[in-house]
DNA sequence: TTTATGCTGTGAAAATAATCACAATGTGAA
DNA sequence: TTCACATTGTGATTATTTTCACAGCATAAA
């Protein structure tokens, strides 16, 4: 069974959509149908589903409410899980306000600044903490996940600590490439380069 | 010559990588020193270099000044572009106070929303405008990009008046999956889906 | 029952992407 | 000059990802 990178992101997406099908009382489901809704082939959803164990019936496709359960099975943690996140600037505040209740196992449980403003506050019902305390924290909480909203001049220094407090998945949003472990799953969210990116291909797919 | 995503994107990180380089004062870097600091390898990059038309000199490795030239005239559009914002929440400003400046060529210059009290004021010495606005104003100053950062409800609706006013390329932060012709380019950038990625190989990993 | 229909699941093929591996080359030391 | 060396540029190879295409199947209609 292969779980790369690109076929896990689709298995997410094909979940994000099945629960929305499934709020508006949907039951089945066919693989071209939620093929259009993603926008890959219908032979794509097919193997994806295939590989993750699930099958569906030639004459009724898919069942919103089991496919939804086996991709937890194939993705969910066992628990939930903890999430740290560093650096309460704009975008951190933005995120914290939006995140939390949008995923049914993940949660941002604890965050961080080195401002002394803004720690020991409560915000969006989370308790922000010193940087020089995330070690403790996270290892106390067996948080495993962090995302990293501080200014690129940060950003490495706050991934060292956050490797050595044993975090194993980092979501960066600094414009920089962090230096960390093999072990170690970083996603870069710089937004400059996505912007490029989107721009170059507005411009040139049109050429 | 290659122009997929995944090629381009690797080559705008590589001149994110060279123009910090620049201002540090290196004059010049081989393959496998690009290469480390953006972990991939040094092949990849020779490969992806000798794609964009650029040529080192094996004792000296590539020029990082000739380099960042090639590249942007490999990718860069002739002109500044102008790119527009929907959605002026706390999102949308952490955006704006954020992204212009970042990039040579690329410059939000309309941000939009539908609440009145965000409208005809200056953000980060951008006026903003009313939604109803949007088709007139972005034809006027031939935008061709778009962020999305309205609430998931209204992305759809916000992304057919940016196709019907020509927009080519849309950076979406809703959570869902818009229904655009295939001429437009999307990249979608849902938090949920990208924190339950981290999180799957924060575990998956290490099991 | 039987048959027609329109899916699924999946080997096989095709397309795409990454790596290997090495001749060619420019440089500096002797 | 000559030579040793480290790196480039790239054809060939390998790996990965996607698509094709169709047998097999569940259902509904006759
Ligand atoms: N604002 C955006 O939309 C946006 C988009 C993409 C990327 N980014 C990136 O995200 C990062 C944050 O952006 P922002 O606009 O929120 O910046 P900001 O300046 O508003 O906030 C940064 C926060 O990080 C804190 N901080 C700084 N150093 C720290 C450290 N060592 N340990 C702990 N906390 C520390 C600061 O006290 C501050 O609260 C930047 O790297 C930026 O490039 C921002
Ligand atoms: N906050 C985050 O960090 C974050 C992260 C990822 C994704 N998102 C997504 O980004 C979007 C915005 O998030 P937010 O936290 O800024 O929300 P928000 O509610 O703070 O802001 C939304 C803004 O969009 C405006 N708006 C709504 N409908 C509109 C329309 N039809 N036309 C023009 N403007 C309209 C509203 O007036 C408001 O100003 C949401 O879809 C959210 O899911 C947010």
Redo the contacts between chains.
């Keep these: 069974m292969n779980?790369s990178?690109i076929k896990?992101?689709r298995i997410?997406?094909y979940r994000?959509?099945l629960l929305?099908l499934y709020n508006d009382g949907e039951k089945n489901i066919f693989s071209y149908q939620l093929a259009n809704?993603?926008?890959v082939s219908s032979a794509q959803v097919r193997r994806d589903l295939m590989d993750i164990g699930y099958s569906g019936s030639p004459a009724n496709g898919y069942e919103v409410q089991c496919l939804i359960k086996s991709i937890a099975e194939f993705?969910d943690?066992d628990k939930k899980?903890g999430?740290a996140l560093v650096g309460l600037?704009?975008?951190g505040?933005?995120?914290i306000?939006?995140?939390n209740g949008?995923?049914l196992?993940?949660e941002i449980v604890a965050l961080f600044d080195k401002n002394p403003n803004k720690i020991n506050r409560v915000i969006a019902g989370c308790h922000s903490y010193h940087i020089n305390d995330l070690k403790e924290i996270i290892i106390k909480n067996n948080i495993?996940?962090a995302?990293i909203s501080v200014p690129s001049t940060d950003a490495q220094q706050v991934a060292d600590v956050l490797v050595d407090g044993g975090?194993?998945?980092?979501?960066n949003y600094a414009?920089?490439?962090l230096n960390v472990p093999d072990?170690i799953?970083v996603?870069n969210?710089?937004?400059?380069?996505?912007?490029?990116?989107?721009?170059?291909?507005?411009?040139?797919?049109?050429k």
Tied chains: 1, 2.
């Design positions: 779980r990178e896990i992101e997410i997406t994000r959509i929305k809704k993603c926008q993705i943690p899980q999430i600037g704009n975008l505040r933005a995120i306000d939006y995140f949008q995923s196992k993940l495993k996940t995302v975090i194993k998945g980092i979501l414009p920089i490439i072990s799953y996603q969210r710089d937004m400059i380069t996505t912007l490029e990116k989107v721009s170059y291909f507005a411009n040139y797919n049109n």
